[in-house]
């Protein structure tokens, strides 16, 4: 499949501002969706404050020596600061909500260990609390230091857990249409294998075929080994890839949309964290930061993370797009185009008075190849420039591989 220029930033150009609303913008405009409580928009990746007890004091959750932690009596987002926040157990039993919410805003909570009347009432909660390895990271501050990557991943656990407990997955099973064009053959069945192995959803695939027979002996044995309903649809190698992908889009029967690059790597929870950040933003567009990529042919990793996720912004990564199909249609589809087409989308979405959420980055890694079948322009060595971090071989985030 071809690439649009939305996974990355064209060269040139500086990365496209946050769109953050203001007060109540969120909650008014998408009629109450919103989920009231505290949610990890604007995590900080790095800390800017050491290791600080928490403590129940006076009835409420606090940092030692600070204010209340609970979403009473302070804010969530003021703790998450915190390399860590140490939990120190009372003496008797106390109530977790306070513990429930800090987890939902994705706060760094870490206990040594955890009494008995934890495992009992929340056993999940508890498990997560003792994982300690991730404070074992040295803080290097060289690009191939993880250490700020290894407690966002152990953020991204607990969020999903405590967003959970405060009801944020929906009861129902939700049914995603995978949208998902492709002129690569050998690719398909481990692209059909990665959305197979998603959890949480109920998926479809629909997989507009580029200039390439559904006949083709690559495709029939990866749609064979998918035990997902795959409808194929041809289209001439003349045709643009927005027109294959509106092709492809136009035979959804999921409740939401979304694209997938054939090429890149997602893990099996991808939907299931999109659909959640939608549930606590409200959003009409979800996607992630694009902040992975395997740069092929030099056997290299980087991560960029001058896209931060859990923000309201004008652009995500275009091959994670998800939005619910009926806004799909509204919005006018994918834009027939020969490249750009996540960009596109994303700018008339926008322009229309969409809003759009990026949250985190971890669940996917986007693949760099020099090839002339790509409709991105840029040079392997502009990743390399705009890169944080920088690892030999293939190194994905533990989100994505658990």
Known sequence: MTKSHCSETPEGEQPAAAVVPTAGEPAARQDGRRREGPTPEGFPRTPSEEIADLRWTGGRWSVEGGSPADAEGGSPADVREHLALRVRWPAQTVDLAGLIDLAAAGAPLHAEEVPGWVDRADPALAELLTVGDWLTEPRQGTPSCTADLRREEHSVRLRRHGLARRGAVPAETPAVSVVMASMRPHLLQDALGQIARQRGVETEVLLG???????????????????????????????????????????????????????????????????????????????????????????????????????????????????????????????????????????????????????????YMLRRQVSDRHTWRLPLAHFLRVASHQWRGRRPSRILTP
């Open 209 to 363: 075929l580029h200039g390439v027979p559904a006949s083709h002996e690559a495709v029939r044995s990866a749609i064979a080994a998918c035990p997902l309903p795959v409808t194929v649809i041809e289209a001439d190698s003349a045709a643009t890839l927005g027109e294959v992908l509106g092709l492809a889009a136009a035979a959804a029967g999921g409740r939401y949309v979304t694209k997938w690059d054939d090429d890149d790597w997602y893990g099996p929870d991808h939907l299931a964290d999109l659909l959640l950040a939608r549930s606590y933003s409200g959003a009409d567009i979800i996607g992630t930061a694009a902040e992975f990529f395997y740069l092929e042919p030099l056997n290299v990793t980087v991560r960029r993370t001058d896209y931060a996720g859990e923000v309201w912004s004008d652009h995500v990564a275009g091959g994670t797009i998800l939005l619910e199909r009926d806004r799909f249609r509204e919005t006018g589809g994918f834009p027939a185009l020969p490249r750009g087409v996540d960009a596109a989308f994303l700018k008339a979405a926008h322009a229309a008075g969409a809003l759009i959420y990026r949250t985190h980055g971890l669940g």
